[in-house]
């Protein structure tokens, strides 16, 4: 058990995770769109489950509520358990009126005035943002699917 609020083993989640808030969102994406899902830990009752997708090994994992909840989980899954890239993605509660319920959006930043964002510079607020890569390899996915009349980066359609 290399993490006390995880406790899989290690080589239980892939280099690339998925991070609703919910668990309930956890187990339904794994049994949705992971071929051979297994759950590996449920500390909690925060789910994380392993699969694959397209053949290839992802795992997904509730963060729960809030920044001190996903910076732990986010933390043991960097530090202890050799994860790569960790995906945000779940519901917005506030977004822009044109952007219709059940669309995708891609977002290329996120801003927030929580103090918790002046840990790593104090005094500097900046807003946190993916990789090119990982932002170009999501527009390009959504567009390969299809999501084109629905996906949107900033309220406008991919």
Do not use: C, N
């Not at 080589?11 to 309930?24: E, K, Y």
């Not at 925060?46 to 729960?64: C, H, K, N």
Request: glycine share 12%; proline share 6%.
């Amino acid at each position: 058990m290399p993490s006390p609020h995880i406790a899989a083993q290690t080589g239980d989640f892939a280099p690339i995770v998925l991070m609703p808030g919910d668990p309930r969102r956890a187990r339904r994406i794994a049994e949705t769109f992971f071929t051979a899902p297994r759950l590996v830990t449920e500390v909690r009752g925060i789910e994380g489950w392993t699969g694959t997708v397209d053949g290839r090994d992802v795992s997904v994992m509730a963060s729960g509520m809030g920044m001190p909840s996903i910076s732990i989980y986010a933390t043991e899954l960097i530090r202890f358990y050799g994860v790569q890239r960790i995906v945000r993605v779940g519901t917005a509660g506030g977004i822009a009126d044109e952007v219709q319920l059940g669309e995708v959006v891609i977002g290329p930043a996120a801003h927030t005035d929580s103090s918790m964002a002046a840990f790593r510079i104090p005094g500097v607020h900046y807003s946190h943002a993916p990789s090119y890569d990982l932002l170009a390899g999501a527009v390009t996915t959504a567009r390969a699917k299809g999501l084109s009349g629905r996906a949107v980066v900033f309220g406008h359609g991919l």
